[in-house]
């Protein structure tokens, strides 16, 4: 027996009508989803014809890999710092998306980040067993179940903003949990610490058109000493992409921070100043910086399928210009 599955809507397709291709969702209680069905066709392969794509797509995935394998390399030397450097999250619920994502973060952060701690603010709404796991792992923890002015929720995703509060951290990334810390963004970064600008922005998809993304900023002691007191003074933390009108409305304004910022940027950069394209090339599977992973480890393919695939990167945003995906 075999079945149709669509990458789109995550579904089964299982209904047309008009222009309309209807399908039943892969997980319990997910609600149907559609797509146009001039987007569906189909195609009959013979046996030479599979084996040949099979062959065509590991020799990518062979070729992509040693790429990856030179910026680790590059990564694993680079010099020791006296700096205090964090990687900042936010964490709140038992959704895996995020709780698998961020111990996953934890796991890949010693490689992709050496030298640098990576600290997670939380409330008492996250299972036990993500916490214990995350000790075992060398992560701070810091527990906001009782930090007055600062309630949970969705407004948890301001938590990780108080990074640049902190006084006894000379560098700090904030990050979203359900992304994954990659070569890419850590070869960007080493970018910006060379550069001396206080702060750093990155753009990686044609949807991070903005100053400063939730999870792809950073920087120095003292370049949003007050972030505390900004926070608890905002209030729509509990509207959904409220963090993203406070970086841009609070923080990116600032003249102190106009003055000294860097951002590497793939698609945006002749918009915004002192934009620079990343310092690598796009890996083959499209996966960029800020990228979306659900509980199970599938990236949110819609992300690329929908956006990236026939987007051209603009020649000033890219490292070379046959770097087409930036």
Same mark, same amino acid.
């Given at each position: ?22 399908? #039943? ?96 603010? #939380?409330?008492?709404?996250?299972? @036990? ?78 949807? #991070? ?75 083959? @599977? ?41």
């Amino acid at each position: 027996q075999t079945y149709l599955y669509n990458a789109r809507c995550r579904c089964h397709p299982n209904v047309r009508f008009g222009t309309v291709l209807r399908g #039943h969702g892969d997980t319990p209680g997910r609600p149907a989803d559609a797509i146009e069905s001039a987007r569906l066709s189909l195609r009959v392969y013979d046996a030479a014809a599979l084996q040949s794509g099979r062959e065509e797509r590991a020799a990518r995935a062979a070729a992509a890999r040693l790429p990856i394998a030179q910026q680790m390399a590059s990564i694993a030397a680079f010099g020791s710092s006296n700096e205090v450097r964090v990687i900042s999250y936010g964490l709140y619920g038992a959704n895996t998306r995020y709780t698998i994502g961020v111990i996953r973060n934890a796991e890949l952060a010693p490689v992709v980040y050496p030298g640098w701690k990576m600290r997670v603010y #939380h409330d008492r709404s996250v299972p @036990d067993e993500v916490l214990s796991t995350l000790r075992s792992l060398s992560v701070e923890l810091v527990d906001m179940q009782a930090r007055r002015g600062m309630r949970g929720g969705i407004g948890g995703m301001f938590w990780r903003f108080l990074v640049a509060a902190d006084e006894s951290v000379d560098r700090f990334i904030v990050r979203d949990s359900d992304s994954r810390l990659n070569p890419r963004e850590s070869l960007a970064v080493e970018a910006w610490i060379q550069s001396g600008a206080k702060i750093h922005s990155l753009r990686d998809h044609p949807n #991070h058109d903005r100053p400063l993304n939730g999870g792809m900023w950073g920087g120095t002691k003292g370049a949003v000493p007050d972030m505390a007191k900004l926070v608890r003074g905002w209030s729509n933390r509990e509207r959904y992409m409220g963090d993203l009108d406070f970086l841009n409305q609070q923080v990116w304004p600032r003249p102190s921070v106009q003055e000294s910022q860097i951002s590497h940027d793939a698609y945006s950069c002749k918009k915004y100043p002192n934009a620079h394209p990343f310092p690598t090339r796009r890996p083959a @599977d499209y996966q960029h910086v800020g990228q979306v992973f659900f509980g199970d480890g599938r990236p949110r393919q819609g992300d690329i399928d929908d956006f990236m695939l026939n987007v051209k990167s603009p020649r000033k945003c890219r490292g070379d210009k046959s770097w087409t995906s930036g």
